[in-house]
């Protein structure tokens, strides 16, 4: 029997930072010199996931080609192996591979077999499935290699018992959903058990664009018991100790387990950590919104101050005639509350002056409408962005997924901005997460929780005035998005026709404004981004009345 030390490097994910990852890389392979027998890198440590048309490039090849000699290089004073994520061509072809140094040369390459080609995963675009065997030894001791989806199929695993491999390795880059966690761990848990092996599961943390990678890399023993699990949302580097050998000898050396967050926890983390990764790697000064004194900006701002300090966050209330007092009092008390940048710019003489430019072309006396909501809205919006570009601060927008869905958002006007923290959170969300929020310590008043949700663009509006109860609304989202019902589905199951067919009518109807909006955060199964690909233009709803 032997004991085996294997460091999980959980590194922050920054697409295109190849030099900057491999120097990451020999810095930490220096630093675990003599505590740990190899270092495990997630996957596809130099480029980043998902790289997308980069991987296209031959430049960026080249470099990375220059970052993997320059790791090799280094590591010939280094005594442990590096196991390193990147792309790299074989006889003309692409493969995500696993790449094994030791000492001054490349000693294994693994490249991943298995291809997501669903949901956000667009890997057969540029990989071929690869061939080669699994095995490898790290100190003596046989160990199976696994990239990700490998582990989804009892393929890789097979081969590991038939190559009597003591321990499974798994790179992976898994993008965030909610409990995607508990999904990961019962398929490896089953594989572990499959193999009679522990099984080492190491993951990215951070965000790229609208993709969330949580961290939490673990350790399930040969028994499924899962005995070792990384931080969430940040960076995280463990050294696992393992006695490798007969099932009944494997011994895990294990710290207390972090407790399960609870679903908002966890959703108001991935929220965070993709709004700070955005402007951050994106080198924003900070972030600029409008605040309301409504829920939406409300959690939005209190978001941004959790995830930038509230020196990076300014804060703007644009009033019109038919903005409550009630809403100017919450939105200063709750700038004051967080201590961010706080302003008042009235729309009023901007609003009134577009009315009076359209004369020429709609004439005098129309009577008040969309038309006019819509330049409220559009007001503030040149406001905003002009605060934006004179301060290099990125403008947030801060519309909620229900509203997206139905398209109740003003196109150039209250859906401005960079990036959206809100992007994929239905409405019903949106409360609970103010709750929680309030939870650590008041971020948001009260009374901005409690009042019925309104735009605030007429007289006495309420948003249910136009729209079903939020309560309602989202089901039918859910049901029609996430799940693919359909109409009759849908009513089957309890709903009223006439609201699950005007529902289901705006969703087909707005998607050329979601395809016009700021990138955000995907938090469900189904977010409208790149796993949703609806045509704009199409006659498949025109039954729906």
Not at 64 to 83: C, F, G, H, P, R
Not at 91 to 118: T, W
Not at 219 to 245: K, M, P
Not at 330 to 335: S, V, Y
Request: net charge negative; charged share 25%.
């Amino acid at each position: 029997m032997q004991t085996l030390c294997i460091a999980m490097a959980q590194l922050s994910l920054h697409v295109g930072a190849i030099e900057e990852k491999a120097t990451r890389i020999i810095q930490l392979a220096v630093s675990l010199d003599g505590q740990a027998d190899a270092v495990v890198f997630p996957e596809m440590t130099l480029t980043g996931y998902p790289a997308e048309d980069l991987l296209l490039r031959m430049d960026v090849h080249e470099r990375i080609e220059s970052a993997l000699k320059m790791i090799v290089e280094a590591s010939l004073d280094i005594n442990l192996d590096i196991l390193v994520g990147a792309p790299v061509f074989d006889q003309g072809q692409m493969y995500n591979a696993l790449i094994q140094i030791r000492q001054g040369a490349e000693v294994k390459r693994y490249y991943k077999r298995c291809l997501p080609n669903y949901s956000v995963f667009d890997e057969k675009r540029y990989f071929g499935p690869g061939q080669q065997d699994c095995l490898t030894e790290i100190a003596g001791v046989p160990v199976a290699l696994a990239i990700c989806e490998d582990l989804w199929s009892d393929e890789v695993m097979a081969e590991a018992v038939i190559s009597q491999a003591k321990l499974m390795i798994s790179t992976n880059a898994s993008p965030y959903h909610l409990r995607k966690q508990q999904q990961r761990v019962q398929v490896v848990k089953e594989r572990a058990q499959q193999g009679n092996m522990p099984l080492l599961y190491v993951h990215w943390a951070g965000a790229q664009d609208d993709l969330i990678f949580d961290g939490c890399s673990f350790v399930v023993d040969a028994t499924g018991r899962l005995t070792e699990q990384a931080a969430a949302f940040r960076e995280d580097v463990r050294i696992v100790e393992l006695r490798c050998g007969e099932h009944d000898e494997y011994i895990p050396y294990a710290q207390a387990l972090p407790p399960v967050l609870s679903e908002d926890a966890e959703i108001y983390q991935a929220i965070t950590l993709g709004l700070r990764d955005y402007v951050r790697k994106n080198n924003f000064n900070g972030v600029v919104l409008g605040l309301s004194g409504g829920i939406d900006s409300a959690l939005s701002l209190a978001i941004a101050v959790d995830a930038l300090g509230a020196e990076a966050v300014e804060a703007i209330m644009l009033p019109s005639e038919y903005t409550s007092q009630i809403s100017l009092d919450d939105a200063r008390a709750q700038a004051q509350m967080l201590g961010v940048n706080y302003h008042v710019l009235p729309i009023t003489d901007s609003y009134q002056a577009l009315q009076q430019a359209l004369v020429p072309a709609l004439g005098e006396g129309r009577p008040f409408g969309v038309t006019d909501e819509n330049l409220q809205a559009r007001s503030r919006g040149v406001l905003l962005m002009a605060v934006s570009n004179a301060t290099g601060k990125m403008l947030l927008t801060t519309g909620n997924k229900s509203e997206m869905a139905v398209g109740y958002a003003t196109l150039y006007g209250d859906m401005c901005g960079g990036y959206n923290a809100l992007k994929d959170v239905l409405k019903t969300r949106v409360f609970k997460l103010a709750h929680y929020r309030n939870t650590l310590s008041l971020a948001i008043p009260e009374r901005v929780i409690s009042r019925p949700p309104s735009a605030e663009l007429a007289p006495n509006q309420k948003d249910e005035d136009s729209l079903p109860p939020y309560e309602v609304l989202d089901q039918i989202i859910e049901r029609y998005v996430d799940y693919d019902q359909s109409a009759v589905d849908i009513i089957s199951a309890g709903f009223n026709d006439v609201d699950v067919k005007r529902i289901l009518r705006l969703i087909g109807q707005n998607e050329y404004k979601r395809r016009q909006s700021a990138p955000g955060p995907r938090i469900s199964q189904r977010a409208f981004t790149r796993e949703r690909r609806y045509p704009l233009t199409s006659a498949f709803d025109r039954d729906l009345g």
